[in-house]
């Protein structure tokens, strides 16, 4: 059983900048796929970026890419998501998931066995 807990949220200016620590425990994640997902309220969740066990691969949404960088540090059982240049589109719950698989996991929610209880960030306007 994988527990996720996320943290690095908080209240950030248009422009800024945040990074997100999706941190692993009861198992390690040499073997999970990791995705990210943010959900603002009144909208569905939304897929925002996912990297394979191994770091040799991952994929970014359109709304995030060029601004969004995921990546992991294995030995620390964490992954991690630099968000720059925030806009206010940007606020909502972010949640990483995670998923055993090796390869590339899809960036769709129904994917992932594994949740954390989300951080919030908010983009001021």
């Known amino acids: 059983q994988v527990q996720l807990v996320e943290s690095g949220g908080g209240l950030v200016q248009p422009g800024g900048s945040l990074r997100l620590s999706c941190a692993a425990s009861?198992?390690?994640?040499?073997?999970?796929?990791i995705g990210w997902f943010r959900q603002a309220p009144g909208k569905e969740r939304e897929g925002v970026s996912c990297?394979?066990?191994?770091?040799?691969?991952?994929y970014y949404g359109d709304s995030v890419k060029g601004r969004f960088t995921i990546s992991r540090d294995n030995a620390k059982n964490t992954v991690y998501l630099q968000m720059n240049s925030l806009k206010p589109e940007d606020t909502a719950v972010y949640y990483c998931?995670?998923?055993?698989?090796?390869?590339?996991?899809?960036?769709?929610?129904?994917?992932?066995?594994?949740w954390g209880q989300g951080t919030q960030v908010t983009v001021l306007s």
């Open positions: 998931a995670a998923v055993r698989t090796q390869q590339l996991p899809p960036l769709i929610s129904g994917e992932y066995d594994y």
């Open positions: 009861g198992a390690t994640l040499d073997y999970y796929g």
């Open positions: 990297i394979d066990s191994s770091s040799s691969g991952a």
